[in-house]
């Protein structure tokens, strides 16, 4: 939904969610007072968010000035070329003095030839720093996006923040590269060509300065309308890369479901939505060029008019008039290209809005500003007490009841607790607040009684480590997936975690631990792709003092027949002796092989023992388990009739 369909959908969100308004953060002033650090008051002004690039663009700013600089030389070049064009005429060519000829025509080809260095050296010089500053803040943009919390994520459109990170960024790259500089260049150059032009005729002058007067007030009424057709086409672009990414990697359901087509009327709608709005703004391009063109043109014709009544009655000489006119054309050329100009400005200024729209979001899962240092050995104690829990609300503002009111659970060091609860009951959600991926709203979560927040996030997430149910792999071979946590695990030790999570599968695959896998890769069936997940997360965590001394297991082994499921808990418990365990659980067999059970309901744990005195005493839990007690050992394969 979230960040972009329009300003307002956006602004909407974040007063409902609770967020700090995006539009009323303020930048960073320098490029290092970075992700966490909070934004002083903004200041106001239309180029405002433009302007906050400066400090990433000020250690470029030699090869920028010298390049605005030559471009300037080349543009003035090109127009005093007219006048010593008229002074030729004026002089040697009228005087019949073809000796006197030889020098001007010499100063033309030297004009000529430093118009060119100008306009190589500009190109020459700018591309480096602009391709350096667009890495730069395509780098900035990741940090900040890896360092907000997955509420935050949550909350966009990943297809929104492709078009961030892609098009607004190539957009302001071609801003500091080319739009920034000729807007500069013109403001120089359009007042020293009329100026220029007024020290040759002032009439000329002044006919060319009244005609084209009109163009501020059309260029500022142009610059308001386009800016918000270009910020609607950017969000309405963002939200065709959300369709377009869903529909691709959703197309096996798509197909399925035979619902292909109505995804398609959906990308066709958005794509015409999008067309409407870019014929909006080449409408109104359209209008303005007309007046940028028409204008100049009509004042060349005053002037000629003009020149042609004076050289007749012999108060303006020939070479003037051409020299007027020649350099009046040549004045237009920048005055036409404004038109261009500021409706790349205007694209620029709403891709730098979203740009910081981002950038300017809060981390809210930070350090602490004195992080406690975690001890050289981790017991393991885990504890949660009175924890309270609501997902940040929606951009319809309605009232988010907590998934979790007061969840209070030790898990003793060394011990597996699975955490079992109906559908949608918060097991996920509890179980994301152990690493900090959500913070708690109430309550508090020790390790070893040191509270979670009191530790650095790094130095948490090195202790707790987590596995999903819904595994995900990269585009990288299988040694690069599964040693993810770690990139200085040898082969050994992928190998052995490999064991662990019993994906022996991986010796059948065509080149083994090298085969490619991920969305460009090897297509692998959903436990096996599990199993890869569940690797990753036990890679190198024996024998170490502080690493995955806590395991969060969110049913990672939910799509493993029973037999297998059984083979890798056993592994588990036998590789990561003395690692605390906390596990979601959905099967009998699951809750069977843990030490204790933790039955989550109504946003409290409401009961908690062995899986066996749960289905003994609990009707809740027994229900949840599938029924009754020697049905459900039954299932619970080599455990069937243990208790019967
Ligand atoms: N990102 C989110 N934003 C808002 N609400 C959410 C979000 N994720 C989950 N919820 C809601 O919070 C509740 C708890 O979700 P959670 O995923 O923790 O349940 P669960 O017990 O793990 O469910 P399951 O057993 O189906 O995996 C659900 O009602 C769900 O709709």
Same mark, same amino acid.
């Not at 829990?389 to 907590?402: I, M």
């Given at each position: 939904m979230i960040v972009g369909r329009s300003v307002v959908c956006h602004r909407q969100y974040v007063s409902a969610g609770g967020f700090v308004?995006?539009?009323?953060? #303020? !930048?960073?002033?320098e490029p290092e007072s970075d992700l966490a650090a909070p934004s002083p008051a903004p200041a106001p002004g239309r180029l405002h968010s433009l302007r906050r690039f400066w400090p990433y663009l000020r250690p470029y700013? *030699?090869? &920028?000035?010298?390049?605005?600089?030559?471009?300037?030389?080349?543009?003035?070049?090109? $127009?005093? $070329? !007219?006048?010593?064009?008229?002074?030729?005429?004026?002089g040697p060519i009228a005087r019949r003095d073809i000796d006197g000829i030889v020098g001007p025509i010499a100063l033309v080809l030297v004009l000529g030839m430093l118009e060119a260095l100008g306009v190589w050296g500009r190109r020459w010089l700018v591309s480096e720093p602009a391709t350096r500053f667009e890495i730069t803040m395509r780098a900035k943009l990741y940090r900040k996006l890896q360092s907000l919390a997955i509420a935050r994520h949550d909350a966009w459109e990943s297809g929104q923040l492709l078009s961030r990170a892609v098009d607004d960024l190539s957009t302001m790259r071609r801003f500091v590269a080319f739009v920034g500089p000729f807007l500069c260049i013109n403001l120089v150059v359009i007042p020293v060509g009329l100026l220029i032009l007024f020290a040759l005729s002032w009439e000329v002058g002044a006919i060319f300065v009244i005609v084209i007067f009109p163009l501020g007030y059309l260029c500022n009424r142009f610059d308001r309308r386009y800016s918000v057709a270009a910020r609607r086409a950017q969000d309405q672009s963002g939200d065709l890369a959300t369709t377009a990414e869903e529909s691709a990697q959703g197309v096996r359901v798509l197909k399925a479901f035979g619902r292909g087509a109505f995804f398609g009327a959906r990308w066709t709608a958005q794509a015409r939505e999008l067309q409407k709005t870019e014929l909006e703004k080449v409408r109104l391009d359209a209008t303005l060029w007309s007046a940028l063109v028409g204008l100049p043109q009509i004042a060349v014709v005053f002037a000629l008019g003009y020149g042609g009544y004076a050289v007749?009655? *012999?108060?303006?000489?020939?070479?003037t008039l051409i020299a007027a006119i020649t350099l009046a054309n040549l004045v237009q050329w920048p005055i036409i290209a404004t038109g261009f100009l500021l409706a790349e400005l205007s694209n620029a200024r709403t891709a730098a809005d979203r740009y910081w729209e981002i950038i300017d979001v809060p981390v809210d899962i930070a350090d602490p500003a004195r992080p406690v240092v975690p001890p050289e050995h981790i017991i393991g104690e885990l504890r949660l007490d009175g924890v309270r829990?609501?997902?940040?609300?929606?951009?319809?503002?309605?009232?988010?009841? !907590?998934v979790l009111r007061d969840v209070s659970l030790r898990v003793r060091p060394g011990e597996t607790l699975a955490?079992?609860?109906?559908?949608?009951?918060?097991?996920?959600?509890?179980?994301?607040?152990?690493?900090? &991926?959500?913070?708690?709203?109430?309550?508090?979560?020790?390790?070893?009684?040191?509270?979670?927040? #009191?530790?650095?996030?790094a130095d948490l997430r090195e202790v707790v480590t987590i596995a999903f149910e819904d595994p995900v792999l990269f #585009?990288?071979?299988?040694?690069?997936?599964?040693?993810?946590?770690? !990139?200085?695990?040898?082969?050994?030790?992928?190998?052995?975690?490999l064991d662990i999570a019993a994906a022996e599968f991986v010796d059948e695959l065509p080149w083994g631990l090298d085969?490619?896998? *991920?969305?460009? *890769? &090897?297509?692998?069936?959903?436990?096996?792709?599990?199993? &890869?997940?569940?690797?990753?997360?036990?890679?190198?965590?024996?024998?170490?003092?502080?690493?995955?001394?806590?395991?969060v297991l969110d049913d990672p082994l939910s799509a493993l027949d029973v037999e297998t499921e059984e083979r890798v808990q056993a592994r588990l418990r036998a590789a990561l002796s003395g690692v605390t365990t906390l596990l979601v659980a959905h099967r009998p067999s699951t809750a069977a092989l843990a030490d204790r059970v933790a039955l989550l309901a109504d946003g409290r744990i409401v009961a908690d023992g062995t899986h066996e005195q749960l289905l003994r005493t609990n009707t809740r839990y027994r229900e949840l388990m599938g029924g009754n007690p020697n049905q459900l050992y039954?299932?619970?394969?080599?455990?069937?009739g243990e208790l019967s």
């Open positions: 308004s995006i539009a009323t953060q #303020s !930048p960073p002033t700013r *030699g090869p &920028l000035v010298v390049a605005t600089v030559l471009a300037i030389i080349a543009t003035v070049t090109a $127009i005093a $070329i !007219p006048v010593v064009v008229a002074r030729i005429i004026d007749v009655h *012999g108060t303006m000489t020939m070479g829990f609501a997902f940040p609300r929606g951009k319809d503002d309605t009232a988010v009841e !907590p955490l079992v609860g109906a559908t949608g009951s918060g097991k996920t959600a509890l179980l994301n607040l152990i690493p900090r &991926l959500y913070d708690a709203d109430a309550g508090v979560i020790t390790i070893d009684g040191i509270d979670i927040t #009191s530790l650095r996030v #585009s990288a071979s299988v040694r690069e997936n599964v040693a993810l946590g770690d !990139p200085t695990a040898t082969d050994a030790d992928v190998r052995r975690a085969t490619r896998i *991920g969305e460009q *890769g &090897l297509s692998l069936s959903g436990g096996q792709r599990q199993r &890869l997940a569940l690797a990753r997360a036990v890679l190198n965590r024996e024998g170490t003092a502080t690493r995955g001394r806590i395991m039954r299932k619970s394969g080599d455990r069937a």
